[in-house]
């Protein structure tokens, strides 16, 4: 018998993939010509050809959206995806974050630089090349979301009326980072011609870190045996410390079978990208923060996620000392009673505590024994900041002091705004924030279907966002703060992701308690549902990217393109 051929039915045109493709590549290019075209007249922006801006933006969108549909074409875990997404908009906020712009960056630019150059020791009075003074001297500064000089003037007192001979920038006048960028190309064409820029000398400044700096080194040197100058350094740097970044992230996803939407949630936060893609060791302790939480909170622990557990912990104290010992409690909490029998818990955090205790006195003795010509180190805010003080009065009036921790957050909106907080001098793109806490919101609904965790690691996870919480308030309130203040100075929202995250895996619970509560049926219990836990595709993943280059997207408008900034003698009359 002849086999009978089956007749395939053909899909109709609308239906196939590749017309659905095509129509969001031409959208995406409609969206560019759109995008330049709203620059120009809100923005008056007219310091590139419209041409050629729209058509660089057309490009910046095709290459994102074929990452996309290359990485869900070919990568099939859900790990893998989100790691080639995360590096995707993460290498998109590496170029648009404009450099010395991420808190602290003019330090871990210097000292990744010296480690680069193969300096394992710290001296103030050792410089740099002439193109890394030129480079720091072209970038000082920050700029916030008015990015009319005002922070600038206020911060290097640059209006003062009674010198005037001294740098000003009049008032309603735009200085933007495009400016500094073309006096750093202007500096450069006078040192490759020989000649001096007069750029100020930059010394080592008074960060005695080495281990946070590696990646970031690493990158930097390879740069600089490729012929890089000092802004081609920084950009490598951050490429570096992405890469790690998105390889923890990896890690973190791997093997997680529930909360997985509230991890990309937080991964692809544009405030946690923003630092990943910069030269701060953030990036590393984000990584750590979202590998370890996803340990505690896997079906299976063992010995082996026991000992990682143990890594992560001990990695995170050498960048930040003290404060991550509140991870080390998490064994008492992880699994069912009979796995935490078996892991021995208090042995292990006897374990994890002399690590991370033995690493930080070895680090501490290093940076102080070779540490040169620095001397008497003050305080930022000088004799009004007394730790010893600060502690004896914090102690001696505790209702008092839990007023001021309630207030610190109370007035600051519990640090929400925060979320789109970017630069080092607190540049604020409320649209950004907003975005943020939909994703989270985004995330947490999308987990509130899971099975429940067992109510003894609920009462660890509320046991270590309280206190890691109230341990990052302390820190601020008694190092930072000067004595007697009726708030906490120096608290940012990047300080509190570790317990966002896990703040929202109950947040999901209770959400999910809730519904279960109303008498609404859960579609969680369906077959399908329960199969789609264990496939790649969550629609998080791409929330979470879009979110991702959303920030970036307005990171680059508040920096490049600027805010439209008027008074009302402008008005015609």
């Not at 210097?110 to 001296?123: E, K, N, Q, T, V």
């Not at 890469?243 to 692809?268: D, E």
């Not at 060791?281 to 143990?310: H, M, T, V, W």
């Not at 033995?358 to 305080?379: D, I, P, Q, S």
Request: hydrophobic content about 50%; some cysteine; charged content about 15%.
């Amino acid at each position: 018998m002849k086999k009978e051929k089956k007749t395939q039915e053909k899909r109709p045109l609308w239906k196939q993939p590749l017309l659905w493709w095509a129509a969001g590549w031409c959208a995406l290019c409609v969206l560019a010509v759109f995008i330049v075209y709203y620059w120009r007249v809100f923005y008056y922006f007219d310091r590139f050809s419209p041409m050629l801006l729209t058509a660089l933006t057309a490009l910046v969108f095709t290459v994102l959206y074929a990452a996309v549909g290359l990485t869900l074409h070919f990568v099939k875990s859900l790990a893998g995806r989100a790691a080639l997404l995360l590096a995707a908009a993460g290498l998109l906020t590496v170029f648009v974050s404009p450099p010395m712009q991420v808190p602290d960056e003019k330090d871990h630019y210097l000292r990744s630089y010296a480690i680069s150059m193969g300096r394992f020791d710290f001296d103030a009075e050792r410089g740099y090349p002439a193109d890394v003074d030129l480079f720091v001297s072209s970038f000082y500064g920050a700029y916030t979301n008015a990015n009319n000089g005002a922070p600038i003037k206020q911060y290097y007192h640059l209006a003062d009326e009674k010198d005037p001979n001294g740098a000003k920038i009049a008032d309603g006048a735009v200085r933007s980072v495009a400016d500094q960028f073309t006096v750093w190309r202007s500096g450069l064409a006078v040192l490759e011609a020989g000649g001096d820029t007069g750029a100020e000398k930059v010394t080592e400044p008074l960060v005695v870190m080495l281990i946070p700096y590696l990646p970031q080194a690493l990158g930097m040197a390879a740069a600089r045996l490729c012929g890089a100058n000092a802004l081609g350094c920084l950009y490598a740097g951050r490429v570096c410390n992405l890469l790690v970044y998105v390889l923890l992230a990896y890690f973190a996803l791997k093997g997680l079978s529930r909360w997985r939407g509230i991890f990309l949630a937080v991964l692809f936060l544009p405030l946690s990208l923003y630092m990943a893609a910069s030269l701060s060791y953030d990036a590393q302790l984000l990584g750590l923060y979202a590998l370890a939480a996803s340990l505690l909170l896997r079906e299976e622990f063992g010995k082996k996620e026991r000992n990682l557990y143990l890594a992560a912990v001990v990695a995170m104290n050498i960048a930040k000392p003290w404060i991550n010992l509140l991870w080390l409690p998490g064994l008492l909490f992880v699994g069912k009673k009979e796995q935490r029998k078996k892991l021995r818990p208090w042995i292990g955090i006897a374990v994890g505590a002399a690590g991370c205790i033995g690493v930080t006195a070895l680090f501490t003795w290093y940076g102080r024994t070779f540490r040169f010509n620095y001397g008497e180190v003050g305080r930022m805010l000088g004799d009004t900041v007394n730790g010893v003080e600060q502690l004896k009065f914090t102690v001696g009036n505790p209702l008092r002091s839990a007023a001021v921790l309630w207030g610190t957050l109370f007035e600051n909106d519990f640090f929400l705004p925060g979320l789109g907080n970017f630069g080092s001098l607190d540049t604020m793109i409320p649209a950004v924030a907003w975005l943020s806490v939909l994703l989270l919101g985004c995330g947490t609904v999308s987990a509130m279907h899971h099975r429940p965790l067992h109510g003894w690691t609920n009462a660890g996870i509320g046991l270590f966002c309280g206190l890691y919480t109230l341990g990052v308030m302390m820190a601020m309130y008694i190092t930072y703060t000067p004595v007697g203040m009726v708030r906490v100075i120096g608290l940012q929202a990047r300080y509190f992701l570790p317990a966002v995250l896990l703040g929202l895996v109950l947040l999901a619970q209770l959400a999910g308690w809730l519904q279960r509560r109303s008498g609404i049926t859960l579609q969680a219990v369906s077959p399908e549902v329960k199969a789609a836990q264990t496939k790649p595709v969550h629609p998080v993943l791409l929330i979470g990217f879009i979110a991702a280059v959303l920030g970036a997207l307005l990171l680059f408008q508040t920096y490049f393109i600027g805010p439209v900034t008027w008074v009302l003698g402008e008005l015609p009359v």
